[in-house]
């Protein structure tokens, strides 16, 4: 199971697979509250397991992720700083606003560099060129390594690289929100594999990792509860499909997870993906999944149920949301006093 060959100048996860692991659950406001302790558990915890890639984002509980982060990974960070690749992310600001935040950022995880930093979300009214010409400059000063983006479309793409190197697109997909499919994968592949495609929310928010009740009851700092796909009316059809999925990767002996991310790493499709986890026990279990995979121990388990939960995607697929990304957000223009 493994990606295009961009990927792995930059991914490295557990059994050779390209996968990051990912902190937004770390940050404790956006999916129930979580300490320092039991963020700094799941951390180490990725690292043991084979996990070299690190993503977060300074939006992340306001910096805590990265803090976090940092402070767990502190003696790699000083004396294997050459294994670990770090990842994180601003949203697109003024060139002087957006140096200040990779300042800030480079702090708070305690390393001279940063491997690769994405602008997160591009919005109207602030120019995505000249934020990423100021990227191109610190990239020059060796502050950063590589240039991402994130949440952006097949034009806003082309219009950067066109101009500077892009090592990495990072977007919501899965075996659910295929919409990188209709038009930023075909304008990736244009380049010739230059630009590695990174696939965020790989499990579609849990759905293709686990069982979900009816009535889902969420932490009050759970973002899904208001997210399209746990919304009327696609949750009416989704929570069905995640009920069959479950049960269709159990009943052959299958780890749902696994399974989506044996489909998601295909040839074709994303070249690597962030995959996040609130607790030990859950990134072991994915763990296992993917070695009974990856050894082949399963493959005639994985084939059996490949064009089953095909179908049971056509049958669903009506119910998605025609939306510009996963969550329906429209990033609005930063207000001025953001600018320091």
Not at 18 to 31: I, N, S, Y
Not at 92 to 107: F, G, I, Y
Not at 295 to 322: F, W
């Amino acid at each position: 199971m493994s990606g295009s060959g961009c990927a792995t100048h930059i991914f490295t996860g557990p059994l050779d697979i390209p996968l990051g692991f990912g902190t937004w659950a770390l940050g404790g406001t956006d999916w129930g509250p979580i300490t320092a302790g039991e963020a700094k558990e799941v951390i180490r915890c990725a690292w043991d397991l084979g996990f070299r890639h690190f993503d977060t984002a300074e939006s992340y509980g306001g910096g805590r992720a990265e803090q976090l982060l940092g402070q767990a990974l502190r003696r790699e960070i000083r004396q294997e700083r050459d294994s670990l690749y770090l990842a994180t992310k601003s949203v697109v600001r003024e060139p002087d606003a957006l140096a200040k935040h990779l300042e800030r950022s480079l702090r708070r995880l305690g390393t001279p560099r940063i491997d690769l930093y994405y602008i997160h979300w591009p919005r109207r009214g602030i120019s995505l060129l000249k934020a990423v010409e100021e990227l191109e400059r610190q990239r020059e000063r060796g502050r950063i390594g590589a240039i991402g983006l994130s949440n952006i479309s097949a034009d806003e793409y082309h219009q950067v690289c066109d101009r500077f190197p892009v090592a990495a697109v990072q977007v919501g997909y899965s075996f659910l929100w295929r919409a990188p499919e209709e038009d930023l994968w075909p304008a990736l592949r244009i380049t010739g594999g230059k630009t590695c495609r990174v696939a965020y929310s790989p499990l579609a928010q849990g759905l293709l990792a686990r069982a979900f009740p009816r009535e889902p009851r969420w932490d009050a700092r759970d973002h899904r509860k208001e997210t399209p796909l746990f919304s009327p009316p696609a949750w009416n059809v989704l929570h069905r499909f995640n009920d069959r999925y479950v049960a269709l990767c159990r009943g052959a002996g299958l780890s749902p997870a696994s399974v989506a991310l044996r489909w998601l790493l295909a040839p074709g499709r994303a070249d690597a993906a962030i995959v996040g986890g609130r607790t030990a026990e859950q990134l072991r279990s994915l763990v296992a999944g993917l070695a009974a995979i990856n050894a082949g121990e399963s493959e005639n388990a994985v084939q059996a149920v490949a064009a089953e939960i095909e179908e049971l995607y056509e049958i669903t697929k009506h119910a998605i949301p025609d939306l510009p990304n996963m969550f329906g957000y429209v990033p609005r223009p930063l207000p001025e006093h953001d600018g320091s």
